[in-house]
């Protein structure tokens, strides 16, 4: 029996791929190894951080950086690097941010959910552009120069979301902010595969980028990178680490966080709740290893054989699909299935229902629902369960 099972809760066909509302991606057995290993010995952390810090350097070509629990905690510490600094009056104020800029730009097509965890360290969000093409109203995105005429002594930073579709590019928004001295954080959670992803956005110049440690990358769930400046991870880094310890012996790794530059070591900062276990910075760092070398792109040909398989279960069963290829060469393709409500009697909204509530539950992407589709990724498929999910398709769509 499953350990999920023994706590009465069924496991699914995740179709969906790694997302968090799901569990994420699957760790690979060298990651779960080091989790297991790390959890043998002991070291201070901020050591560790260090260390992490020098081979996410590497692999992200930022200066410096620092393990989270998660992109959102990325966002937010990143956010309150921003604000305050090296300056631990600051930093003890937070999140109240009266009395300093504190205003971040941020495109309104790019606002979501997630720029809550920018709110949260005390930053107000001003809105640039207009969201046009969702409004039916017009063709245009947001442009550089909106950022421009936005920015007033209040403001502190800049956020961005990058995506392959966003607009203006990062260089562009990047050649605003630093014209004014101002940080750009970029959210790049799940920009990840391509490999590129990783590098990109600090190629663009931007400041502070976050990456999610549990989709792409396969680390734990609960880890998420924060890479950037020196003094803006040290920055970050110091309101989240545990800080209890006598100004007498704190000794931080110097080139991560430059002691000479604070008038004395913080006390626990607005990110203390955000901490990470030395298991999973080490299993994050391994997994990060796994993804820069190209080792996850020998499940490319079993994904696709996967997708394979579907289709042709579904196509001999009378049903429309096709696939959509990625754009880089290490990512995966996905599956639509089109459900068409005329002929079905349901809409795919519907049967993305019954998927989920029948045995096994079925969770497939749900981006497509208002246009009819169910979007299968085959990233966390096992193929014990690919003949499970065309009987289940079949059996929903087709009834
Ligand atoms: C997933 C995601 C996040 C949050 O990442 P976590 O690692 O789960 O905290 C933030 N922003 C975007 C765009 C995401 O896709």
Not at 204 to 221: E, F, H, M, N, V
């Amino acid at each position: 029996m499953s350990v999920y099972q023994q706590l009465g809760v069924e496991p699914i066909i995740n179709a969906s791929g790694m997302v968090t509302r799901l569990g994420g991606a699957f760790m690979p057995p060298e990651v779960l190894q080091a989790f297991e290993r790390a959890s043998r010995e002991t070291v201070p952390l901020e050591q560790l951080q260090a260390a992490a810090s020098k081979r996410i350097a590497a692999a992200t070509d930022a200066d410096a950086g620092l393990v989270t629990s998660g992109a959102a905690a990325a966002l937010t510490l990143g956010t309150a690097a921003i604000l305050s600094r090296l300056d631990p009056g600051r930093m003890e104020r937070l999140p109240n941010s009266s009395g300093m800029a504190n205003e971040f730009l941020i495109a309104r097509e790019q606002r979501s959910g997630y720029d809550h965890a920018v709110r949260a360290a005390g930053a107000v969000l001003v809105e640039v552009g207009f969201n046009e093409m969702v409004a039916g109203a017009g063709v245009r995105r947001t442009e550089a120069w909106e950022y421009e005429a936005a920015i007033t002594p209040q403001t502190a930073g800049i956020v961005y979301v990058q995506t392959a579709d966003s607009r203006p590019s990062l260089r562009e928004v990047v050649a605003v902010a630093h014209e004014h001295d101002l940080p750009v954080l970029v959210d790049a959670a799940g920009e990840v595969p391509p490999r590129s992803g990783l590098t990109e956005p600090t190629a663009a110049g931007a400041d502070l980028t976050a990456y999610s440690g549990g989709k792409g990358i396969r680390g734990p769930q609960t880890t998420g990178i924060l890479c950037g400046r020196r003094d803006l991870i040290a920055s970050a880094a110091l309101q989240m680490l545990d800080m209890d310890d006598h100004p007498e012996l704190w000794d931080p790794p110097s080139e991560w966080i430059d002691r000479s530059r604070l008038p004395g070591p913080p006390r626990h900062g607005i990110g203390r709740g955000f901490k990470v276990s030395k298991e999973e910075i080490v299993a994050l760092l391994t997994a990060l290893d796994l993804f820069t070398s190209g080792a996850y792109d020998k499940q490319l040909d079993a994904c696709r054989g996967r997708l394979a398989a579907i289709s042709v279960g579904l196509t001999d069963a009378g049903m429309n699909c096709h696939t959509v290829e990625p754009a880089a060469s290490d990512q995966w393709p996905v599956l639509e299935v089109e459900v068409d409500a005329a002929r079905r009697g349901k809409s795919a909204m519907e049967v993305c229902r019954q998927l989920r509530e029948g045995k096994p539950p079925v969770y497939v992407g749900h981006a497509g629902l208002p246009a009819g589709l169910l979007v299968i990724n085959p990233v966390c498929l096992t193929d014990e369960s690919v003949d499970v999910l065309i009987e289940r398709l079949i059996d929903v769509i087709g009834s």
